[in-house]
């Protein structure tokens, strides 16, 4: 029997959630599905879950990964020129990783043994998810020196690069602060009393433009 299905971008992410994402996340005690929705809702940029997401799937393009599809490359990491550039070295084991996360080193007991996707599933769990949204951007930052270096031949120092992700993950939560939620009118509009009237009014005024708008509506008692 051939079962036809539209496609949908709904459909689409359950097939990836399932095929691709669930296997990444499934070396957790917790349940997969439970580790992604806390990673997805993470409170951090799009780009910066992606690239962390690519990193566990070994998609991002590392020297590793350009020599074995056959790139003439250096294979050495550009940031410490010391080992060979795996996702893994990017983001635990260079130096500069290293002083990146140093503040994490004691409480989440570091196994080598762990892979990046085992070591980020450790950390989500054991974190806060406010601790891990600012893991994932240091993360990112690190991926970003890496880049500038490769480009640009940009140096970065750790203690700057790590204010930098502090300073841009505090702008992006303050830029993203929910709007205060209004209550909404409960009391539905009642008709006057004969012979009266109703009156409504409402006003608003901005600050920045120095100008605002009030209207009142008059209603007798004889107007349905
Ligand atoms: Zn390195």
């Known amino acids: 029997m051939i079962v036809r299905e539209f496609f949908s ?48 799937q070994d998609f991002l393009p590392t020297r590793s990964n350009l020599v074995k599809k056959k790139m ?15 996702p893994l070295h990017i983001f635990r084991y260079c130096p500069i990783a290293k002083q990146m996360t140093h503040h994490l080193s004691g409480m989440l007991g570091f196994s ?35 880049n500038d270096k490769v480009w640009e031949n940009r ?3 750790p203690r700057s690069l790590l204010l930098s992700a502090q300073v841009w993950h505090a702008n992006y939560l303050h830029a993203n602060i929910p709007p205060p939620k209004v209550p909404r009118n409960q009391h539905a509009w009642t008709k006057p009393p004969v012979g009266g009237f109703s009156v409504c009014m409402d006003g608003a005024f901005d600050v920045h433009s120095h100008s605002g708008g009030a209207e009142i509506v008059w209603r007798h008692s004889l107007v349905e």
């Open 9 to 56: 971008v709904r459909r689409a992410y359950v097939v990836a959630r399932d095929n691709l994402i669930l296997p990444v996340m499934a070396t957790s005690s917790s349940s997969p599905h439970q580790l992604i929705d806390t990673f997805w809702k993470c409170k951090v940029p799009g780009k910066v879950k992606l690239c962390l997401w690519k990193a566990c």
């Open 72 to 86: 003439e490359v250096e294979l050495f990491c550009p940031l410490c020129e010391n080992k060979e550039e795996t």
């Open 112 to 146: 080598p043994s762990l892979s990046l996707k085992e070591w980020l599933n450790y950390c989500m769990e054991k974190l806060s998810q406010s601790s891990f949204c600012r893991l994932l951007v240091k993360l990112w930052f690190l991926c970003k020196a890496r």
């Open 155 to 157: 140096n970065c120092e």
